[in-house]
C-alpha cells in the first residue's frame, strides 16, 4: 500500500512538473509578443490537468466562456444570473489582474448580440499566474517490536484467590520439606554415633606403646610440657596485698646480702653427677649451661651430660645434650645463640646445637691432630665475623678451631718449657685472655705458675710460652684463672686473678707483652687473698662492676670481695647447698645481678646479689687508690721482679 501511495504522488510531481514547463513558455511567449493573445486552444487541456489533481468535478470553466465569446456573447451580467452563478471558481486562489477597459467592452458584445441572455456584466478574463503546492505527504508511522503505550500506574489490588491458594499450597510443601531433613540429619547423627561407639574401644598394649613411642607424639609432649611448667614455675605473689607492710622502713642489711633464687637438679640426669662448668647465655639472660661428669652408678647413662637451665622452668632442663665421654668444660657461643661449645675428658671438643637434638652435631677425631689429653679450658676470641675457638688441654696444647670446621684445627701451639726436669710439657689447667685480645695469653698450669704465651710471632717475641718471665705465687696446682673485664673510664685489663688449691687468691698486674724478658724473671702478686680454708677451686671478676670479684671453696662457701671496702675479709661470705664443694663461678653476662654456682652435689645454685652488682661513679678512682695501698702495704710487694732460676 504504502508503495502505490508513493507511486502515485511521483506520478503528480511529473505532472505539476510539466504544468510549470508549460508556463513557463507561455509567459516566455506573451512577453515576445507584448500584448495579451487570446487562450490558446491547449487551455482546455490544462484546465483537465488541473481539474485531475485537485479533483474537481466536470462543469463549465472560464476558459470555455472566454473562447466561445465571438459565436455566442455572453448574456447581460446580472447578479442572479444563472450562467454567471454557476460558475465555479478554481479552489486555489492566486494572482488575478482584472482591467476595467476590457470589462467594459465584453459588456457592450455582449448587450449587442442577440443571445437570450439577458444584457449583464461580464469581467474581461485575462492569464492568471498561480503557485501550486505541493501536497504534504501522509506520515508515514513505523512501528517495533516494544509495546507503545503510555506508562498507567495503577493501585496495587489486593492477592485474588487464587494467589492466596497457592501461597498455602507453597508454604505446605515448604514445611513437609523442612520436616523431611530433619529427619534426615537425625537419621545422619544417630549413624554417626553409632560409627563413633564402635570406633572407640580399649588400644591393645601394642597399640598403646606405637602411639607413645612415635616421634611425632613425644615432640608434641616434650614442647606442650615446658611451656606449662615455665608458667607454673613463674613465682610471682598475684594475690600480694601492697598495702601491707608499706610503711615499713628500708631494711639496714640491704645490698650487703646475697639471695638465693632456685637450684637446678634433676634426678633423672644429674644424679650422682658433679658440675665440672657453669656459663651464662649471652642472648637469653634466662638460660644458663652446665657441664657434668660420669655417673659411676649408671653404666647405660651417657658419660657425659650437658643441661642448658632456664629460670623460668625449674624442674627440667630445657635441653639436655650427651657425650661420651666426661665434660669438663662448657661455653655458649657469643656469636651464635643457639650453639653450645664443650670439651671432654678424652680430649674431643663437641659442638651441640639447641635446634638438633641430644648429640653433637661436630665433633673433633680422636687423632694426634687435636687434643688426646683432658681440654679443662676453651673460650671464644675475635669478632662475629672473624672469630675462633681456643682450647687447652693437659699435655699442653692450645688448638684454634674455626666454629663450623672442627675436623682438624686451624692452628696448633706446643707449650714447652725446657727448664722442666722430667717433661718439658706445661699441664694447662686454666687459660685466659685480656679483654680486647686476641693473640697473647695466659695459662696457669698444674705446677702453680703462670706464664704468658702468643699465639703467633710479634715483635720482640716468638710464638709459644715465654718460659722467662713466670708468674709465680702459688704452691699448688693453679684452678682458675680470669682476666679484670676493663669495662669503666679506668683501664684495668693488666690485672688478673687467680685461685689454687693452696687455698688462696691472688692478684696479678701483666707484665709488658711487647719487652719479654731474655733471662728468668720471676713475678710475685700484687695481694694475696687468704681468708679461705679449703680450696678455692674458682674466681671471677664481677662484670659490671670494678672492685668486686667472686670465689668458690671446696667448703660451700662461696664469698664476694669488694676491694674498696675490705682487702682482709670478704664483703659477703655465703654457704651453699648441702657444703658440698663448689667447683666453678659464673656471672650473668650483662648485669651480673645474678651468678650462677656449680656444686659438687650436681646441683647449678643461682644467687641474686641484689644492688652490689650496680657501681658508683666513684669505684674506678677507688680501686686506683685501693691498688696503690696493697702495693705500698708491705704485706706483698707489687711487681717484684728477682732474678731466680727454677
Known amino acids: 500500500m504504502l508503495d502505490a501511495r508513493r507511486a502515485d504522488i511521483q506520478a503528480k510531481k511529473a505532472k505539476l512538473e510539466e504544468l510549470r514547463k508549460l508556463r513557463k513558455a507561455r509567459e516566455d511567449a506573451k512577453k515576445a509578443s507584448g500584448s495579451s493573445s487570446p487562450v490558446p486552444k491547449s487551455r482546455r487541456d490544462v484546465d483537465d490537468l488541473v481539474d485531475d489533481l485537485i479533483g474537481r468535478p466536470p462543469g463549465p470553466r472560464l476558459s470555455d466562456i472566454a473562447i466561445g465569446g465571438g459565436a455566442t456573447p455572453p448574456s447581460t451580467s446580472r447578479p442572479s444570473s444563472p450562467a454567471i452563478a454557476n460558475l465555479p471558481l478554481p479552489p486555489i486562489l492566486g494572482r488575478t489582474s482584472l482591467g476595467g477597459s476590457k470589462a467594459s467592452d465584453a459588456e457592450s458584445e455582449i448587450a449587442g448580440s442577440g443571445d437570450i441572455l439577458p444584457p449583464r456584466f461580464m469581467p474581461d478574463l485575462v492569464d492568471i499566474e498561480q503557485e501550486l503546492f505541493e501536497l504534504p505527504q501522509k506520515p508515514r508511522v513505523i512501528y517495533n517490536k516494544e509495546v507503545q503505550t503510555a506508562e498507567v500506574v495503577t493501585e496495587p489490588s489486593g492477592p485474588t484467590e487464587e494467589e492466596i491458594r497457592q501461597q498455602l499450597l507453597q508454604e505446605q510443601e515448604a514445611e513437609r520439606e523442612r520436616l523431611q531433613r530433619e529427619k534426615e540429619l537425625e537419621e545422619q547423627s544417630r549413624q554417626l554415633d553409632k560409627e563413633i561407639e564402635e570406633e572407640i574401644r580399649d588400644l591393645t598394649e601394642e597399640e598403646r606403646a606405637s602411639i607413645f613411642g612415635a616421634p611425632e607424639f613425644l615432640d608434641f609432649v616434650e614442647q606442650s610440657s615446658k611451656i606449662v611448667q615455665r608458667a607454673l614455675s613463674d613465682g610471682y605473689d598475684y594475690i600480694r596485698d601492697y598495702t601491707i607492710g608499706a610503711e615499713a622502713g628500708p631494711d639496714d642489711s640491704e645490698g650487703k646480702r646475697v639471695k638465693r633464687v632456685c637450684a637446678f637438679s634433676d634426678d633423672t640426669i644429674t644424679k650422682n653427677r658433679s658440675i665440672t662448668d657453669v656459663d651464662w647465655s649471652p642472648k637469653y639472660p634466662e638460660l644458663s649451661v652446665a657441664s657434668y661428669n660420669k655417673n659411676a652408678a649408671a653404666l647405660n647413662e651417657p658419660d657425659g651430660i650437658v643441661a642448658v637451665w632456664n629460670l623460668h622452668m625449674l624442674e627440667r632442663p630445657e635441653f639436655v645434650f650427651h657425650s661420651q665421654s666426661d665434660v669438663l668444660s662448657v661455653s655458649f657461643s657469643p656469636f651464635h645463640a643457639n650453639l653450645v661449645f ?262 647449678l645454685y643461682v644467687y641474686d646479689v641484689g644492688d652490689m652488682a650496680t657501681p658508683r661513679e666513684s669505684d674506678w678512682v677507688d680501686l686506683q687508690r685501693s691498688l696503690g695501698m696493697m702495693v705500698s702495704g708491705g704485706t706483698q710487694s707489687g711487681a717484684v721482679e728477682t732474678d731466680t732460676k727454677r
Open 342 to 603: 664443650g670439651g671432654s675428658y678424652s680430649g674431643q671438643i663437641l659442638l651441640w646445637d639447641t635446634r638438633s637434638k641430644h648429640l653433637p652435631v661436630l665433633k673433633t677425631p680422636l687423632s694426634a691432630a687435636g687434643h688426646t689429653h683432658p681440654v679443662y679450658t676453651m673460650q671464644m676470641v675475635g669478632t662475629q665475623n672473624a672469630h675462633n675457638l681456643i682450647t687447652g688441654s693437659t699435655d699442653g696444647m692450645v688448638c684454634s678451631w674455626l666454629v663450623d670446621m672442627l675436623a682438624q684445627p686451624q692452628e696448633t701451639l706446643d707449650l714447652v718449657h725446657t727448664g722442666h726436669n722430667k717433661t718439658d710439657e706445661v699441664a694447662i689447667t686454666a687459660l685466659d685472655f685480656p679483654e680486647n685480645e686476641t693473640t697473647t695469653f695466659w695459662v696457669g698450669t698444674e705446677e702453680g705458675n703462670v706464664y704468658q704465651a702468643n699465639r703467633y710471632d710479634r715483635a720482640g717475641s716468638k710464638a709459644g710460652l715465654n718460659q722467662y718471665d713466670v708468674y709465680r705465687g702459688h704452691a699448688g696446682p693453679v684452678t682458675g684463672l680470669n682476666f679484670h673485664p676493663s669495662a669503666g673510664p679506668v683501664d684495668f685489663s693488666d690485672l688478673f686473678l687467680t685461685c689454687s688449691v693452696d687455698w688462696t687468691v691472688k692478684l696479678w698486674r701483666t707484665k709488658s707483652a711487647a719487652k719479654p724478658s731474655t733471662s728468668a724473671h720471676t713475678i710475685t702478686p700484687l695481694y694475696s687473698f687468704e681468708e679461705a680454708d679449703d680450696y678455692v677451686y674458682d674466681v671471677k671478676w664481677h662484670p659490671v662492676h670494678p672492685s668486686i670479684f667472686g670465689a668458690a671453696d671446696g667448703s660451700g662457701r662461696f664469698d664476694i670481695w669488694n676491694l674498696n671496702v675490705d682487702t682482709e675479709v670478704p664483703s659477703v661470705s655465703t654457704p651453699v647447698g648441702s657444703g658440698r664443694a663448689i667447683n666453678k663461678i659464673a656471672w650473668e653476662c650483662k648485669e651480673g645481678r645474678r651468678v650462677g654456682l656449680g656444686s659438687s652435689d650436681g646441683k
